[in-house]
């Protein structure tokens, strides 16, 4: 799986489950470019997402804004190492 797909499927899971804005701005990163999909996962506060490649293609482990940043990545690098 690419890493556009995943970001993809993502947004789709806000876009069935978020409330009326989160869904219309999902709408519109699904209707834009790779770009659009990502602005709209970082979001207004500078979220970041990560993700590992698998065996089976990239997988989303985390996302985080710039406040929980330093202790999302702890944990990643506990969880998963370097």
Do not use: H
Request: aromatic share 8%.
């Amino acid at each position: 799986m690419n890493w556009a797909l995943c970001m993809r499927e993502r947004v789709v899971d806000y876009w069935t489950d978020g409330g009326p804005g989160v869904k219309e701005a999902a709408e519109q990163a699904l209707l834009g470019k790779d770009e659009d999909l990502e602005t709209f996962l970082r979001g207004r506060r500078g979220g970041r997402v990560f993700y590992r490649n698998t065996s089976d293609g990239m997988q989303i482990v985390a996302k985080a804004d710039k406040n929980n940043e330093p202790n999302v990545i702890q944990r990643l690098l506990a969880t998963y190492g370097k």
